[in-house]
């Protein structure tokens, strides 16, 4: 809902079709070529086209970084998950019946 008072909902339309256009035929094409010549990722684009040579190893290092800055995400969000529920755990006492008071809700 917040995506649609800021406009979010027309980058998301132009990035699913951009994905669907360009994303799904460049992923089946590298595994198709993967799959059907045997060679790894690293030497498929020199035997393809000479011109394409430090093609396959800029990828190799691309996923290598993006595999690096995917596991820091996912441990920044883990842990402001732990903060999240440790402080829950802490401020139960608030929410206890004990200093539950009817009067306010009623």
């Known amino acids: 809902l917040i995506v ?3 406009g979010g909902l027309a980058f998301l339309l132009l990035y699913g079709l951009l994905l669907v256009t360009i994303g799904c035929p460049l992923l089946l094409l590298e595994m198709f070529l993967g799959q059907y010549s045997s060679m ?3 030497t498929i684009f020199h035997h393809l086209c000479p011109l394409l040579t430090g ?3 800029a990828l190799c290092i691309h996923a290598g970084a993006r595999a690096v800055l995917q596991l820091a995400t996912l ?3 883990a ?3 732990y903060r999240v529920f440790l402080q829950m755990e802490l401020k139960e006492n608030i929410f206890s019946q004990e200093h539950f008071n009817e009067e306010h809700f009623s």
Request: aromatic share 6%; proline share 7%.
């Open 4 to 6: 649609l008072r800021h």
């Open 40 to 42: 790894s990722s690293g």
């Open 55 to 57: 093609l396959g190893p």
């Open 75 to 77: 441990m920044w969000t």
């Open 79 to 81: 842990q402001g998950m």
